[in-house]
Every structure is written in C-alpha cells, then in structure tokens.
C-alpha cells in the first residue's frame, strides 16, 4: 500500500530502486532523476516536480509519475476540502 505523501519534507525521505528525488524543500520544487544517469546525458527520463505538486489536479499526475519511477507514493491534495 502506498504511503500517503503531506508534504516536500516527507516527499524527500522517499526512496525507489530506480530514481532519486533531488528536492528543495523550502522552495517547494524538485527533480525526479533516474540512478543510471545523475550527470543529464539525456532528460529522457528526468521530471521536474513544480510548486503546484500537491495542489488541484496536478497531484495525481505527480503520484502517478513517482509511482511510475518506482516510489510507493500517493500525494496528498493541498485543495481537499476537509
């Protein structure tokens, strides 16, 4: 089951076999990189996480990508009314 996601600090403890996330956490953005190609030979496979991450209906793109490169992730949704 996947882990629910609150937050770019949480987000940034997060591992995969295949990918690392390079995240500043206080300005709220990052990337996803993948292990076999930390230098940017090719951005192929390198995604960028905006400031909009967990907000609207950008967090279930993000999750799905996070989980597409191998994080057992689900992110939470900053717009959810409670």
């Given at each position: 089951?996947?882990k629910?996601?609150?937050?770019?600090?949480?987000?940034?403890?997060?591992?995969?076999?295949?990918?690392?996330?390079?995240?500043?956490?206080?300005?709220g953005?990052?990337?996803?990189?993948?292990?076999?190609?930390l230098?940017?030979?090719?951005?192929?496979?390198?995604?960028?996480?905006?400031?909009?991450?967990?907000?609207?209906?950008?967090?279930?793109?993000?999750?799905?990508?996070?989980?597409?490169?191998?994080?057992?992730?689900?992110?939470?949704?900053?717009?959810?009314?409670?």
């Amino acid at each position: 089951m996947a882990k629910l996601i609150h937050g770019w600090k949480e987000l940034k403890g997060c591992t995969s076999e295949t990918h690392l996330l390079d995240l500043d956490v206080e300005s709220g953005h990052g990337w996803i990189h993948p292990k076999d190609d930390l230098e940017f030979n090719s951005f192929r496979d390198h995604h960028y996480l905006s400031t909009h991450t967990f907000y609207g209906s950008t967090y279930k793109y993000s999750t799905e990508l996070l989980q597409q490169c191998g994080f057992d992730v689900e992110l939470d949704n900053w717009d959810k009314e409670e």
